[in-house]
């Protein structure tokens, strides 16, 4: 059975970075992708960007590429995601999912961190 | 246009069908997927591809895709269904972008 498990809320400063995890169980890591959205209180959702598990290329949105990096750890099967120089318009909950543009959807899904960027 | 765009919102009557709909230049090219999301949940996909439905997700739930727009038809709405529905695809360079968002109301 697949899960997706992800890290938990947090609370940031402007200016700070963010370190997100994901940890995926059920399948082979590496035979799978994992995208990165989020959404802004009261928002849709915005894809971020996904991963390659089997070799490491990623694809990000324009919007965030100078900002973002994901990476994985295959020994533990767990994806990350890095955001740095947040603002305050970066709030959100960041969602982890399984899938990028070779199987052209999303199918299983973490559960979502909230992320608070205040001063 | 890079865009996805999708009617803010729908009502359908219990029991009836509802079909909404997704419009952009990259459906010409790639399939759409389907996202419901209820409140303070996570997305779940409902259909993807041409005509595939994710196991478990009711037989209600279907596709289609003509030209730039993608539509997802909900036959026989049921109170469950009340929720939130994003499409989704990629386009040439992989990157993918999710459309405006739908939402669906159950009468």
């Known amino acids: 059975q697949v899960h997706v498990v992800q890290s938990g809320a947090e609370v940031k400063k402007p200016g700070a970075s963010l370190k997100v995890s994901c940890k995926a169980s059920?399948?082979?890591?590496?035979?799978?992708?994992i995208t990165w959205v989020r959404q802004a209180p009261g928002q849709g959702l915005e894809w971020m960007g996904w991963?390659?598990?089997?070799?490491?290329?990623?694809n990000y949105t324009e919007k965030l590429q100078d900002r973002v990096t994901m990476t994985t750890d295959t020994s533990t099967s767990t994806a990350y995601m890095e955001l740095r120089s947040l603002r305050s318009d970066d709030t959100a909950v960041y969602y982890c999912?399984?899938?990028?543009?070779?199987?052209?959807?999303?199918?299983?899904w973490g559960q979502g961190t909230l992320v608070t960027v205040s001063s | 246009s890079s865009e996805l765009t999708q009617d803010p919102a729908v009502s359908v009557a219990l029991g009836q069908t509802v079909r909404i709909t997704c419009q952009g230049d990259?459906?010409?090219?790639?399939?759409a997927s389907w996202y419901q999301q209820k409140p303070g949940q996570a997305p779940v996909l409902v259909f993807y591809?041409?005509?595939n439905r994710p196991s478990g997700i009711p037989d209600r739930f279907s596709g289609s895709s003509s030209g730039d727009t993608a539509s997802l038809t909900i036959t026989g709405a049921q109170a469950a269904d009340e929720a939130d529905y994003y499409c989704?695809?990629?386009?040439?360079?992989?990157?993918?972008?999710f459309g405006t968002g739908t939402k669906v109301t159950v009468l």
């Open positions: 999912a399984r899938g990028d543009s070779f199987t052209n959807y999303f199918d299983y």
């Open positions: 059920g399948y082979t890591f590496t035979d799978y992708g």
């Open positions: 991963i390659n598990t089997y070799n490491g290329n990623t």
């Open positions: 990259r459906l010409r090219s790639y399939y």
């Open positions: 591809g041409r005509r």
């Open positions: 989704n695809s990629r386009d040439r360079s992989g990157r993918h972008v």
